[in-house]
């Protein structure tokens, strides 16, 4: 439900880069928890432990189980130039839309472990369609990275750690 005079900026805000969790916590149920009162504008922080504190009978929970696709890939040329692959969408033909980060030309190879991909055709705004000797799908499980937004700092050292 969107507002009728809704902008960019009523979604900028202030966020203190010391409140944005690096890490997971190890048990996730100890994650932070903030409760906003209704009625008397009330802020508390808590823990999601204490959420059946404020669960009734007549509240309807909605689980999320889906899982980030592992979609950040390191190909190489030949020459070991490196080139980062983040796979969008898969086409048909074991053919997919991915951006690239490196400079590379149209028909170019790139190659990583047993796969290797074409880049047949450079779109705008740095995406490509590519053709990979395997479908997509079966390689991103085995070689993907998960992605990471910008405000989370970790090395590419550190990403390799967080696929299992």
């Known amino acids: 439900m969107a507002l009728e005079n809704e902008t960019l900026q009523d979604y900028d805000f202030v966020l203190p880069k010391h409140l944005i969790a690096q890490h997971p916590v190890t048990f996730r149920d100890h994650c932070r928890l903030l409760i906003y009162h209704r009625q008397t504008q009330k802020v508390e922080h808590r823990r999601f432990y204490d959420l059946p504190e404020y669960l009734t009978p007549h509240n ?52 990583c472990e047993d796969i290797q991909i074409r880049l047949l055709k450079k779109l705008p705004l740095g995406h490509w369609i590519m053709e990979a000797s395997l479908p997509p799908l079966t390689w991103l499980s085995r070689i993907g990275k998960l992605p990471l937004p910008p405000y989370i700092k970790r090395s590419k050292i550190q990403d390799t750690y967080l696929q299992h």
């Open 60 to 111: 309807v929970l909605v689980f999320n189980n889906t899982q980030v696709l592992p979609s950040r890939c390191y190909f190489f040329r030949k020459t070991g130039a490196m080139f980062e692959v983040f796979y969008l969408k898969s086409l048909e033909n074991n053919q997919f839309e991915a951006l690239l980060r490196g400079k590379a030309k149209e028909q170019d190879l790139l190659f």
